[in-house]
């Protein structure tokens, strides 16, 4: 690739926000046809790079120089650099729910005929552009009806309809499964061969070392290098040593277990959809965690992990149809989310965002929002109590702000999970259903939650960890149990996981039940 | 951050919706001023100043309830209707089983609580949107109101019209002051001072360092001078007038409103629904519960204000609320709560609602008509709200900055996109 022309060059880029260099003196080269990663921690200016890039930030509101196919372009706007045939996918995907593949593919690009949708040719070439993405669906099937792997799919088949040349994709395998995961990477290097230049942006270093044929490191808001993946022969642990700027010696603090008795136990739990009431969320699932064990729930996007979860957390998921709950050896009765926090669960939930937090909230309001009582007398909140629990969290935890008093939405994704973690720590819980606890979060944000984890099992609670990372919950978990359509496939202890075994027990229902 | 935000923080909080506060405050001290010196000093006079509080009481008394509403995400556009209900049900039972006043108060409030049931069981357990039970209710009170009365007027007997006409009475020596409204005043003031105290000390428990002795002090004496010249002149009207009854039950609601709203679990609840509800729910929040009680406190609220309408203006209509709802929804939304739900404060809405108020008096002072009334409220709705739009999408408000800009070379760019960077760490803070 070191000899293919240049397709984009971004010189001495430098952002300034008032009070904060976002960028400086940034530097980018992405070759024709190459797939060219972005790496770097929460922060380091990797989206606000992508924003100069695509005309959010437009020109003139920084600094430097984009050189694209040769000539220096000054975007005004995203439409500007679409025109030139550079596409961004954003994390978020930007598609309406109740249109059809079709509509969403050329949505504000309809193909026309004397002002009127040429409907023919848009379906015909909607049919081109998905077989294109390996998308098999019908191009009438509204968005809502699929899973978001194919939404995905239809972004970048959006992005084909816009011809594109330089097709950024930010985080795009963030919320999709190993299988959807493993397609779309695939359909990259597709898309390599077909001499189409993309930029990734991940935190899933193994799929950057994976795919990219170079990887640009940003750390701070500077260029730390650039390598060349086959030539420097280049591994996770190299691309995080580049990130942070020091040699990670395991990505999971040292930790040993200790743990004790079943405490809490579920019993042939079985739950129906909420609204398809033929179909099974749950189905006679059991399980028990020990004190002091961390506990994984291993299992494909949509096997039912977090319904059942929930479920369990207080009927806050579906509808419940049998079951036992038993913990400290009597049978408990919870049918509301209150019940659940009363009897010492807590369930943090897996997107922070639209269901964790109220993003209006400072971060002394979230984190007593779960236990008021705490700091209440007769229904009376104490100011100053509250006060002082929020900021014993927020040195405990090391949450990035200088007061309980900020805003959560001012803090990055780790330090707003950490906020969620500490408003589930004051409930004084014994056990804590984490989803997806590190979903979006930094490498070193990472390792403290772990860490943080690893303190909530030692004071004697249990944990169960839901992940879609094989590695995290290998790494984290003492026990790990795979799911498979609502029902548990697997009980595997620390010492025979593996990502092989775990995958197996994952895609199907007739591996034994107890291995 | 420049002195100057320093400043506005520790005299007025350092959040968007104190600072939006601020900012409708200082708003309405210049529209008081306008007019005082459009009106050659009518405005503030004492019986300008009475008639008022008794005149927009009930649309304040409306706000609260509103505001509550608002925040859980809601809306109530039935509140004139159930005003008009309850005002013609206790007008009514006066006069046929001549039902002692107070027992009649009783009774409304009573029979709101019902309506609220009524209306809140439809949006709590149900889940009809708001907008929906209530403009239904809009239409089913109305009509109840004119089966009830026969679309009649019906009067009400004296001791009744106190809650809507009544003044504190004349006690103790002879001051050529009202005595009873000069020691509220007074109470008002020590409550003012005593509160201040107990923020410092809570600041101080907190371990954060209190605001300089001058900015406290500061704190204080403007609301101080504030309530020293309204009480002089509320005590120094005609004799026979004083601080009117409606004022007073305003002034403890809104007291102990605020106090639910700020200090107690149940207020949180309904901002934390109104926030995120599906957060809030699983945090623990009894979601409907907390939906039921917000609609059911309006239609008890509305009812209140229905009776003293009908006391004040001596006899329930057919005609009475008409557009009540809409005022007292201006009065929440130029106070500063957000249209998605979860921000807002009572104080906020009641100083919204005192902006409607005043222009609406100082219009009609200048004799402008009623026409050319609603064209400029109608603008200082849409104003004040795309104000505060514009603000939010530029980053924080600041007035006293946006005042001092042009006093200032140092800084070349404002306040306003410092944020900005801040709250565009907070929207992608997963792909940074």
């Given at each position: 690739?070191?000899?293919?022309?240049?397709?984009?060059?971004m010189r001495a880029i430098t952002k300034e926000f008032p009070g904060v260099k976002a960028l400086s003196d940034v530097n980018l080269v992405?070759?024709?046809?190459?797939?060219h990663a972005i790496a770097g921690e929460n922060g380091a200016g990797k989206s606000t790079l992508m924003k100069v890039l695509?005309?959010?930030h437009?020109?003139?509101s920084y600094t430097g120089?984009?050189?694209?196919?040769?000539?220096?372009?000054?975007?005004?706007?995203?439409?500007?650099?679409?025109?030139?045939?550079?596409?961004?996918?954003?994390?978020?995907?930007?598609?309406?729910?109740?249109?059809?593949?079709?509509?969403?593919?050329?949505?504000?690009?309809?193909?026309?005929?004397?002002?009127?949708?040429?409907?023919?040719?848009?379906?015909?070439?909607?049919?081109?552009?998905?077989?294109?993405?390996?998308?098999?669906?019908?191009?009438?099937?509204?968005?809502?009806?699929?899973?978001?792997?194919?939404?995905?799919?239809?972004?970048?088949?959006?992005?084909?309809?816009?011809?594109?040349?330089?097709?950024?994709?930010d985080e795009?395998?963030?919320?999709?499964?190993?299988?959807?995961?493993?397609?779309?990477?695939?359909?990259?290097?597709?898309?390599?061969?077909?001499?189409?230049?993309?930029i990734?942006i991940s935190h899933?270093l193994?799929?950057i070392?994976?795919?990219?044929?170079?990887i640009t490191i940003l750390r701070d808001g500077h260029t730390i290098e650039t390598l060349?993946?086959?030539?420097?022969?280049?591994?996770?642990d190299r691309i995080v040593r580049g990130m942070v700027g020091r040699e990670l010696?395991?990505?999971?603090?040292?930790?040993?277990?200790?743990?004790?008795?079943?405490?809490?136990?579920?019993?042939?739990?079985?739950?129906?959809?909420?609204?398809?009431?033929?179909?099974?969320?749950?189905?006679?699932?059991?399980?028990?965690?020990?004190?002091?064990?961390?506990?994984?729930?291993?299992?494909?996007?949509?096997?039912?992990?977090?319904?059942?979860?929930?479920?369990?957390?207080?009927?806050?998921?579906?509808?419940?149809?049998?079951?036992?709950?038993?913990?400290?050896?009597?049978?408990?009765?919870?049918?509301?989310?209150?019940?659940?926090?009363?009897?010492?669960?807590?369930?943090?939930?897996?997107?922070?965002?639209?269901?964790?937090?109220?993003?209006?909230?400072?971060?002394?309001?979230?984190?007593?929002?779960?236990?008021?009582?705490?700091?209440?007398?007769?229904?009376?909140?104490?100011?100053?109590?509250?006060?002082?629990?929020?900021?014993?969290?927020?040195?405990?935890?090391r949450v990035k702000a200088p007061?309980?008093?900020?805003?959560?939405?001012t803090l990055s994704g780790g330090n707003q999970?950490k906020?969620?973690?500490?408003?589930?720590?004051?409930?004084?819980?014994?056990?804590?259903?984490?989803?997806?606890?590190?979903?979006g979060i930094d490498v070193g944000a990472k390792y403290e939650?772990?860490?943080?984890?690893?303190?909530?099992?030692?004071?004697?609670?249990?944990?169960?960890?839901?992940?879609?990372?094989?590695?995290?919950?290998?790494?984290?978990?003492?026990?790990?149990?795979?799911?498979?359509?609502?029902?548990?496939?697997?009980?595997?202890?620390?010492?025979?996981?593996?990502?092989?075994?775990?995958?197996?027990?994952?895609?199907?229902?007739?591996?034994?039940?107890?291995? | 951050?420049?002195?100057?935000?320093?400043?506005?923080?520790?005299?007025?909080?350092?959040?968007?919706?104190?600072?939006?506060?601020?900012?409708?405050?200082?708003?309405?001290?210049?529209?008081?001023?306008?007019?005082?010196?459009?009106?050659?000093?009518?405005?503030?006079?004492?019986?300008?100043?009475?008639?008022?509080?008794?005149?927009?009481?009930?649309?304040?008394?409306?706000?609260?309830?509103?505001?509550?509403?608002?925040?859980?995400?809601?809306?109530?556009?039935?509140?004139?209707?159930?005003?008009?209900?309850?005002?013609?049900?206790?007008?009514?039972?006066?006069?046929?089983?001549?039902?002692?006043?107070?027992?009649?108060?009783?009774?409304?409030?009573?029979?709101?609580?019902?309506?609220?049931?009524?209306?809140?069981?439809?949006?709590?357990?149900?889940?009809?949107?708001?907008?929906?039970?209530?403009?239904?209710?809009?239409?089913?009170?109305?009509?109840?109101?004119?089966?009830?009365?026969?679309?009649?007027?019906?009067?009400?007997?004296?001791?009744?019209?106190?809650?809507?006409?009544?003044?504190?009475?004349?006690?103790?020596?002879?001051?050529?002051?009202?005595?009873?409204?000069?020691?509220?005043?007074?109470?008002?003031?020590?409550?003012?001072?005593?509160?201040?105290?107990?923020?410092?000390?809570?600041?101080?428990?907190?371990?954060?360092?209190?605001?300089?002795?001058?900015?406290?002090?500061?704190?204080?004496?403007?609301?101080?001078?504030?309530?020293?010249?309204?009480?002089?002149?509320?005590?120094?009207?005609?004799?026979?007038?004083?601080?009117?009854?409606?004022?007073?039950?305003?002034?403890?609601?809104?007291?102990?409103?605020?106090?639910?709203?700020?200090?107690?679990?149940?207020?949180?609840?309904?901002?934390?629904?109104?926030?995120?509800?599906?957060?809030?729910?699983?945090?623990?929040?009894?979601?409907?519960?907390?939906?039921?009680?917000?609609?059911?406190?309006?239609?008890?609220?509305?009812?209140?204000?229905?009776?003293?309408?009908?006391?004040?203006?001596?006899?329930?209509?057919?005609?009475?609320?008409?557009?009540?709802?809409?005022?007292?929804?201006?009065?929440?939304?130029?106070?500063?709560?957000?249209?998605?739900?979860?921000?807002?404060?009572?104080?906020?809405?009641?100083?919204?609602?005192?902006?409607?108020?005043?222009?609406?008096?100082?219009?009609?002072?200048?004799?402008?008509?009623?026409?050319?009334?609603?064209?400029?409220?109608?603008?200082?709705?849409?104003?004040?709200?795309?104000?505060?739009?514009?603000?939010?999408?530029?980053?924080?408000?600041?007035?006293?900055?946006?005042?001092?800009?042009?006093?200032?070379?140092?800084?070349?760019?404002?306040?306003?996109?410092s944020?900005e960077a801040g709250q565009e760490r907070g929207k992608s803070p997963v792909a940074g």
């Amino acid at each position: 690739m070191r000899d293919a022309p240049v397709l984009l060059e971004m010189r001495a880029i430098t952002k300034e926000f008032p009070g904060v260099k976002a960028l400086s003196d940034v530097n980018l080269v992405v070759r024709q046809g190459e797939i060219h990663a972005i790496a770097g921690e929460n922060g380091a200016g990797k989206s606000t790079l992508m924003k100069v890039l695509s005309g959010v930030h437009p020109y003139g509101s920084y600094t430097g120089q984009i050189l694209y196919e040769g000539t220096e372009s000054r975007f005004a706007d995203i439409r500007a650099s679409e025109h030139a045939g550079i596409v961004i996918i954003h994390q978020e995907l930007a598609l309406v729910p109740g249109l059809s593949i079709t509509e969403n593919i050329f949505l504000g690009n309809e193909p026309r005929r004397g002002g009127v949708i040429d409907w023919k040719t848009a379906n015909r070439r909607a049919l081109e552009l998905m077989a294109l993405v390996g998308l098999e669906e019908d191009p009438d099937t509204l968005i809502k009806d699929i899973g978001v792997g194919k939404q995905q799919l239809v972004e970048i088949a959006k992005a084909f309809a816009k011809n594109v040349k330089l097709l950024i994709l930010d985080e795009p395998t963030a919320a999709l499964n190993e299988t959807d995961s493993r397609h779309l990477l695939d359909l990259l290097r597709d898309f390599r061969q077909r001499g189409i230049t993309s930029i990734i942006i991940s935190h899933k270093l193994n799929e950057i070392a994976e795919i990219a044929d170079a990887i640009t490191i940003l750390r701070d808001g500077h260029t730390i290098e650039t390598l060349d993946v086959k030539a420097d022969g280049v591994d996770e642990d190299r691309i995080v040593r580049g990130m942070v700027g020091r040699e990670l010696h395991s990505r999971f603090p040292d930790h040993t277990p200790d743990i004790g008795e079943v405490f809490f136990e579920v019993r042939d739990w079985t739950v129906r959809h909420p609204v398809a009431s033929d179909r099974l969320v749950a189905k006679n699932a059991s399980f028990t965690v020990r004190r002091g064990e961390i506990v994984g729930f291993a299992g494909l996007m949509g096997a039912g992990r977090t319904e059942l979860a929930m479920s369990v957390f207080g009927r806050s998921y579906g509808v419940y149809v049998s079951g036992q709950i038993i913990k400290d050896g009597r049978e408990i009765v919870i049918k509301s989310v209150s019940d659940a926090i009363e009897h010492g669960l807590a369930y943090v939930s897996e997107d922070r965002k639209s269901i964790g937090l109220n993003l209006l909230d400072d971060i002394k309001t979230s984190v007593v929002a779960a236990k008021l009582s705490k700091i209440t007398k007769r229904g009376v909140i104490d100011h100053v109590r509250e006060h002082q629990a929020a900021e014993s969290y927020r040195s405990s935890l090391r949450v990035k702000a200088p007061t309980v008093d900020e805003p959560v939405t001012t803090l990055s994704g780790g330090n707003q999970q950490k906020v969620v973690l500490a408003k589930w720590m004051f409930t004084d819980p014994d056990l804590l259903i984490l989803d997806e606890p590190t979903r979006g979060i930094d490498v070193g944000a990472k390792y403290e939650i772990y860490g943080i984890i690893q303190r909530l099992a030692d004071q004697g609670k249990g944990v169960i960890v839901i992940s879609s990372e094989l590695p995290e919950l290998i790494g984290l978990c003492d026990r790990i149990y795979t799911v498979f359509e609502g029902t548990i496939t697997g009980d595997i202890p620390r010492r025979d996981a593996d990502p092989e075994l775990l995958l197996k027990q994952m895609t199907s229902v007739k591996k034994a039940q107890r291995s | 951050m420049s002195r100057v935000k320093e400043l506005q923080k520790s005299l007025f909080g350092g959040n968007t919706s104190n600072a939006r506060q601020f900012g409708m405050i200082f708003t309405l001290v210049a529209i008081v001023l306008l007019f005082e010196i459009l009106t050659g000093g009518l405005t503030l006079n004492p019986g300008n100043l009475i008639s008022l509080v008794s005149q927009y009481s009930y649309i304040l008394l409306l706000a609260i309830g509103m505001l509550m509403v608002i925040v859980a995400g809601h809306i109530d556009l039935s509140v004139g209707s159930v005003a008009a209900f309850v005002g013609i049900v206790v007008a009514q039972v006066m006069q046929d089983y001549a039902v002692p006043w107070f027992l009649a108060v009783l009774i409304g409030l009573a029979v709101g609580a019902v309506i609220g049931a009524w209306q809140g069981f439809w949006v709590a357990y149900v889940g009809v949107p708001a907008f929906i039970v209530t403009l239904a209710g809009m239409m089913l009170f109305r009509g109840g109101n004119q089966f009830i009365g026969n679309a009649n007027t019906i009067p009400v007997p004296e001791g009744f019209r106190v809650i809507g006409s009544g003044f504190l009475p004349e006690v103790g020596p002879d001051t050529g002051y009202n005595n009873l409204t000069l020691l509220l005043g007074l109470v008002v003031c020590v409550a003012v001072v005593v509160r201040e105290w107990r923020g410092r000390r809570t600041r101080r428990e907190m371990g954060a360092d209190a605001a300089p002795m001058w900015i406290s002090v500061i704190r204080v004496a403007v609301p101080l001078a504030v309530i020293v010249f309204a009480t002089l002149q509320f005590a120094g009207g005609r004799v026979g007038t004083s601080f009117p009854v409606s004022g007073i039950i305003l002034g403890v609601l809104v007291v102990i409103y605020s106090f639910i709203t700020r200090n107690t679990a149940g207020g949180r609840h309904i901002y934390a629904v109104g926030g995120n509800a599906r957060a809030a729910e699983l945090s623990g929040v009894k979601l409907k519960r907390v939906n039921f009680m917000v609609m059911m406190n309006m239609s008890v609220l509305a009812a209140l204000a229905g009776m003293i309408f009908v006391a004040r203006s001596a006899a329930s209509g057919p005609q009475d609320g008409i557009g009540w709802e809409l005022d007292a929804i201006a009065a929440v939304f130029i106070g500063g709560a957000a249209v998605s739900g979860g921000l807002g404060t009572i104080s906020g809405s009641i100083v919204g609602g005192l902006v409607m108020a005043v222009l609406n008096n100082g219009l009609q002072l200048l004799g402008v008509g009623s026409d050319r009334v609603q064209i400029i409220k109608g603008l200082v709705l849409l104003l004040a709200v795309a104000f505060d739009v514009y603000n939010k999408k530029q980053g924080r408000f600041s007035v006293i900055d946006s005042l001092m800009r042009p006093f200032r070379r140092d800084t070349p760019t404002g306040p306003a996109s410092s944020s900005e960077a801040g709250q565009e760490r907070g929207k992608s803070p997963v792909a940074g």
